[in-house]
């Protein structure tokens, strides 16, 4: 299982698509080290720093900060204004060509997360557990460490911080439009503990104050529900175009053709009609936080 809408690597490799064999996939070595490394040289040969740089390619400092120490994939659009901006000659661009991989994240997952560093809006259904973006470390270690097959230490420091370097897109992406329904019962279950549930929705109630954050509970108790069919989550692009992901335990779908998302488009727009309102939703995640 990938535990968490941001699937994450195991030893068992999935694929991102239709189908396909499974296969182990290597780690990342040095191409954001390098890549950093690149941009950094090409940013002080144009005798910037990292605070005049940042709002020419449209990002905060502590984001270029993290790009160039290798700690963050670029996005594309960063990549493409950086390469002109510096008057790079086409290295900058070269350079990202063999950024394939990110370390803690599923191969088949790494598409979806790429387009989602400068998506204008993303919507998440979930009903088997909180999405990545949400969770704490707490209820994410927890997740980790059900994994079954087990994982190592080292795997599981791995993916908690990959998961928590994808939330700061929360934070980092002021005009991205985030919305999540949840169901009820993810909160009731109380996985990892009362504690760990306490800690998740305080964390939640924080977020949901974030004015680009919104989160609706489906209730417990609803006599009709368009999301049957699963979890899923849509996402538009800068030059609006429209892509779903639907996740599997051991695969991810990504999904273009027009006629499917229209039909997701659909059921996330019923399903936003029938889960509570922003407020109630609040309202119901203070009384479950008052219980524990």
Not at 46 to 58: D, K, N, S, W
Not at 230 to 245: A, S
Request: aromatic content about 8%; some cysteine.
């Amino acid at each position: 299982m990938t535990h968490g809408t941001d699937s994450i690597d195991s030893p068992m490799y999935g694929t991102f698509g239709n189908g396909g064999a499974r296969r182990p996939e290597p780690e990342p070595q040095y191409s954001l080290k390098m890549f950093g490394e690149v941009v950094k040289t090409f940013r002080k040969r144009a005798r910037l720093t990292q605070e005049q740089f940042a709002p020419l390619v449209g990002y905060s400092p502590e984001t270029v900060a993290s790009i160039e120490q290798g700690r963050r994939l670029p996005p594309p659009d960063f990549v493409e204004r950086a390469d002109s901006i510096l008057d790079a000659f086409g290295v900058i661009l070269a350079a990202a060509k063999h950024l394939t991989r990110r370390k803690g994240l599923a191969s088949w997952f790494r598409q979806w997360a790429e387009l989602e560093l400068s998506a204008l809006s993303l919507y998440t259904y979930e009903c088997r557990l909180i999405p990545g973006l949400l969770q704490t470390p707490a209820y994410a270690r927890t997740l980790f460490a059900d994994q079954l097959p087990p994982l190592a230490d080292e795997q599981i420091e791995a993916q908690l911080a990959a998961r928590l370097e994808r939330q700061q897109l929360l934070r980092e992406r002021p005009n991205t439009s985030f919305s999540f329904i949840l169901e009820e019962h993810l909160f009731l279950r109380d996985l990892g503990g009362a504690d760990v549930t306490r800690e998740l929705l305080d964390h939640i109630l924080d977020l949901s104050e974030l004015r680009n954050v919104d989160v609706q509970i489906m209730p417990l108790v609803r006599h009709h529900h368009s999301g049957l069919g699963g979890p899923v989550q849509l996402l538009e692009t800068p030059d609006h175009q429209w892509f779903g992901y639907l996740e599997g335990q051991e695969h991810g779908q990504f999904v273009s053709d027009p006629k499917a998302i229209s039909v997701i488009q659909m059921r996330c727009a019923s399903m936003r009609s029938q889960a509570l309102s922003l407020d109630d939703s609040q309202g119901l995640m203070r009384r479950m936080r008052g219980a524990r």
